[in-house]
């Protein structure tokens, strides 16, 4: 069976890694492959076409998470809400899509002991920032006005709060640059590409928050390494808690294993490995 993930850019994904780490794991490295393909919006339809009963399923990065849910013949209900699928799934001639970035981000949080979160401010307004949302549903942050989605231009994160009214949750969309202001929370969450948020780094090491970064290479972040290092400052033995990308790659992939292979349960402390490995080799 073949899988693979699609994207643009695509060069750099770890996803191959973590996923041939699973196959080999399960006994399957023999009868399963998974590859990477560059595709933008325009060419999923066609790569879709070509997908014969021998492929599995694909893993989907940016631009392709919210188109993919036009072209799904089925598509799980929290994909709906968050208005993106980063999962297809083919099972006897269908295309089910589903979202595992949600459950991703819990997982990582929770792994670092994040199992609850009451407020919570998101940097970035894209279709990562609305899975955030989602997680932080997921781990309690129901109140209203308990999120603020921070962007850039506040007018473009209006994606993220569709699909927060979609979940039944009142967000704040505010401007960046009025960051300061809205830290008084428990976690900060940060979308932003590698490098975007090094102003920021200031404002949120300044605050009492813990920190997410989807950025896993290079890591730590600036912002990462501020937040650890203001907690230790004030006194703690060991700094605030730091969350990098790289658990939720994890996390995420080892749900899409279980969606397209069957198994029961991803072997999720080998994909760990290889990732970690290979991060360290790029480094």
Known sequence: ?????LGSPIEHSLSPVLHTAAYAELGLAG????????????????FLARCDRTWAGLSLTMPLKRVALELADEVDELAVQVGGANTLVFTAGRVHAWNTDVAGIMAALREAGIDRVRSAAVLGGGATAASAVAALRG???????????????????????????????????????????????????????????????????????????????PWP???????????????????????????????????????????????????????????????
């Open 31 to 46: 009868e399963w492959s998974y590859e990477r393909f560059e595709c933008d919006e325009a060419g999923l339809p066609a």
């Open 1 to 5: 069976m073949r899988a693979a993930v």
């Open 139 to 217: 781990l309690g942050a129901l109140d209203p006005g308990a999120v603020t989605v921070l962007a850039r231009d506040p007018a473009r994160a209006a994606g993220v709060e569709a699909a927060a009214g979609r979940m039944g949750l009142a967000i704040g969309v505010r401007p960046l640059a009025e960051i300061e202001r809205h830290l008084d929370v428990d976690l900060v969450v940060s979308t932003l590409p590698a490098g975007a948020a090094d102003l920021l780094v200031p404002a949120v090491a300044a605050s009492r928050a813990a920190l997410f970064d989807v950025v896993y290479s």
């Open 221 to 283: 972040t600036e912002l990462a390494r501020a937040v650890h290092a203001a907690g230790a400052g004030a006194g703690q033995r060991s700094g605030r808690i730091a969350v990098g990308g790289f658990p939720m790659l994890l996390h995420q992939a080892a749900v899409q294993v279980e969606l397209m292979t069957g198994a029961e349960r991803a072997p999720v402390e080998a994909m760990r490995a290889a990732g970690e490995a290979e991060l360290r080799r790029r480094a």
